[in-house]
């Protein structure tokens, strides 16, 4: 691929053009298990730097990955066809807060918890708060409509965009949405951007939508003896008309990683779960707190603790904060690989899920766990594998299968909050089967000589373990 460094160095500076061969590597992959390799990574700081990057890399035809931290667990930001890496975490100023029109306006690069510190001496806070909020971009949040915690009560990225600028493939730059909380002005285009993954324009400033930070926070933790029963009581406390702000799921194979690797001492059962209620006045959230602790005890929970205390709750909720962590250390010679990691499914349908998770991973001989945000319906699992062996990625690859059969035949999604990239591709383009050709042609309209991100979401291919790089070294079977 020819691409003009001298060009590229004349728009964004000599200090924010990166070509060697570590960096590009590094450029190459995300959270996910796939790689590639960059051709060159570029570090715009300005509107006008992207603008001219897209205005050439369209004449050219080069790919274009718009990128924030890669934290991205589906492959979403991997150059797989090489081109320019735009990091945009250079571009991370906080252009204003409106406390009294409750929103903020910042550019793309800005990390979410750091949006967060600026907004807590005004007493608001922006809610999705997925866990990899310490490195996540607002930009990257929006492109993958990320979710987390609290998007039980707040909900997800997408219903706290207000709108957006946009730099399309041809450099254009657009004004999408509006800095008002309702809008009914023809097609959502502020909407379409919100999880499209980079391949249909580059999001260069956002105005996002604030709430107050609330005063009282109630945290509790119940056990269950049954993971069925965690399930039912997940489902019951939605149907019930509870609020909870939190209300999260861990099965034993996250409890035990959580003990054994961080030292922790959950209790050892099939299944805990944590719920919070948050609000402005304590006997409401008193309530809340009390019908949920209620529905626990009739599904059989027990050693049910809750606490107000800033600082309990941090206890409280530790081993889930450092899930993640804990998994990839679970067992010497496993990897937490980030496969059929998340997927939603109707509430009913939730402990029969993680059941059906944990069937799964047995029949394929891959340990598999099951947790999530499950309060917003999303439910995670992480497949652990020795990933440099050949069979236990046919295994993995038959357990991500019969996971998404199963999510599909239930009426679940494919991707709760995780994207979409390379990994999730097969199982959504079953999903979205009726719809694909709408896809691609609004891909199409947008990006008509497909440069940005290609080769993602509609575009990927169906067997990812052999149609693209993977980030380890895998053997012959
Ligand atoms: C430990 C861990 C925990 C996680 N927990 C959660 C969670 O709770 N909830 C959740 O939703 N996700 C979670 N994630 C996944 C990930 O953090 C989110 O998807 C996040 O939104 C990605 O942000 P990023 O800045 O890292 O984006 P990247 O990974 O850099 O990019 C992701 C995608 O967004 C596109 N993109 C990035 N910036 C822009 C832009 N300005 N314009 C256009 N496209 C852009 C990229 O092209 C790519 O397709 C987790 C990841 C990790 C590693």
Known sequence: MNIDLKKLEGIVGSNNLKNDIADCYIYGSDSSVHSGIASVIVRPTTIEHVQQIMRYANAELIPVIPRGSGSGMSGQAVPIKGGIVLDLKLMNRIIEIRPEDMLCKVEPGVVDDDLNRALKPYNLFYPPAPASSRVATIGGE????????????????????????????????????????????????DRLMVGSEGTLGVIVEATMLLKPIPKFRC?????????????????????????PSMLELMDNVAIVAVNTTLKMDLPDVEAIIMFEADGKIKETVDAEMTLMKKICEKHNGYEINASYDAGERTKLYAGRKKLFVALSRYQAGLSCTSLADDMAVPYSKMAECAQKIHEIAERNHVVMTAYGHCGSGCMHTKILMDPTKAEQWENAKKAVAEVYDYVRSVGGTTSAEHGIGLSKAPSWKKEKADSLKLLKAIKKALDPNNILNPGKMQDAPDDWVTATRLRYPVAEK
């Open 219 to 243: 945290l509790g933790r119940a056990s269950f003896d049954k993971l069925a029963d965690a399930g039912d009581t997940i489902s019951e406390i939605i149907s019930s008309g509870a609020l």
């Open 142 to 189: 929006i492109a993958n409509n990320a979710s987390g915690v609290r998007s039980v009560k707040y909900g997800a990225t997408r219903d706290s965009v207000l709108g957006m600028k946009v730099v399309m493939a041809n450099g254009d730059l657009v004004t999408l949405g509006s800095n008002t909380r309702v809008e009914a002005s023809g097609y959502q285009l």
